[in-house]
């Protein structure tokens, strides 16, 4: 079979844009001032930082100083969780999250915890929607803190952000979404949301790597966690980024722009791919929600067979995809998010990730397709499981 490159991991990171990068390109050679020096090649910087800020605080319906650069979504997610509850460990030190989010988010959780903070889950239905009566018994007074992403990176479910954030609101904790996924694809008015604070990345909406932002409304209180420089306002210490910064605005931009033309786009590839690999086949489950799903995401696990044998099946084939989080495809362990869906451990280890992207084409699919409808078949004949449930005729 002729071997075709294709790209189906977009979840996992996008190319960079070629406007991002002739937009950046300048501060990498001829302006490349720091933006905290008091000359003219340091105001040359930080005015391409005020631009970039302003522009996504725009995007975000925020205010331009509510809008804190960081390195990306792990510490974004970080700074969200490690800040709130270092600032408000006096009123309490009860915090909820979904057991769906990042490894971000699960191992500070993890670390708080030992801290003394008390960690708990609210409940996800079967596609990963929160259960939002689960969430109203398990708040308490004394609860400073729920979060809950907007969008899974694993199975493509979006969440009820909105009411959950009511749900917070009424008990006075602050809310935090995980928006990593869903930034520049979704709607993200943080006004219309009612979140407090939410985390986004360059690299996953065709930006650069190593950029990031967190967004923390006005008049909340938030411990700092990188300490030693007054850059980000006092907040968070560190040489600012400037051509990653210029870069991340310009690609999020484009992505705004282009919102709802890629979101119908990819949408549509999406639900093709879906459809043949339902019809054609067998003992295969989507896992996620079927409607309430971001435009690129198709997770599905196959029976009877390892994820990573079919993932390197594929990338033989030239078609690059994932086996869950591209930040934990290197662990042996069952995806985290599948076992919390109530899916089997064998199942779970039977899962990839396909995430689309808005340069691939229906051709594209529909070769995917035939790929894994013939290496299924080939790995299901060598698996003893496979076997035991006699000869399966594949369409």
Known sequence: MEKKPIYFDHAATTPLC??????????????????NSQHAYGRESVKAVDEARDAIAKII????????????????????????????????????????????????????????????????????LVDLEHLKTIIRDDTIFVGCMMANNEVGTIEPIKEIAEIAHSKG???????????????????????????????????????????????????????????????????????????????????DREREENFKYVSKLRDHFIERVLAEVPFVKLN????????????????FIEGESILFSLDLAGISVSSGSA???????????????????????????????????????????????ESVQRLREMSPLFKAEGEIKYV
């Open 18 to 35: 070629k406007e991002a990068f002739e937009k950046m390109t300048p501060y990498f050679t001829e302006i490349f001032g720091n933006p």
């Open 327 to 373: 930040c934990s495809s290197g662990s042996l362990e069952p995806s985290h998010v599948l076992l919390a869906l109530g899916l089997p451990e064998e199942l779970a280890h039977g899962s990839i990730r396909f995430s689309f992207g808005k340069h691939n084409t229906l051709e594209e699919v529909d070769y995917a397709v035939d790929v894994i409808k």
């Open 61 to 128: 319906n925020a205010k331009p100083n509510e809008v804190y650069f960081t390195s990306g979504g792990t510490e974004s997610d970080n700074w969200a969780m490690r800040g709130i509850a270092h600032a408000y460990m006096n009123k309490g030190k009860h915090m909820i999250i979904s057991p769906i989010e990042h490894a971000a988010m699960l191992a500070t959780a993890k670390a708080l915890k030992k801290e003394g903070f008390e960690i708990e889950f609210m409940k996800v239905d079967e596609d990963g």
């Open 288 to 303: 996620g929600s079927r409607e309430k799903r971001l435009p690129a995401n198709a997770d599905f696990s196959f029976k």
């Open 173 to 255: 904790a602050v809310m935090f979404t995980d928006a990593v996924q869903a930034a520049g694809v979704l709607k993200t008015d943080v006004k219309e949301l009612g979140v407090d604070m939410m985390s986004m990345s360059g690299h996953k909406i065709y930006g650069p790597k190593g950029i990031g932002a967190l967004y923390v409304r006005n008049g909340l209180k938030i411990d700092s966690i990188l300490t030693g420089g007054h850059q980000e306002r006092m907040k968070r210490g560190g040489t600012t980024n400037v051509p990653a910064i210029v870069g991340f605005a310009e690609a999020f931009k484009i992505a």
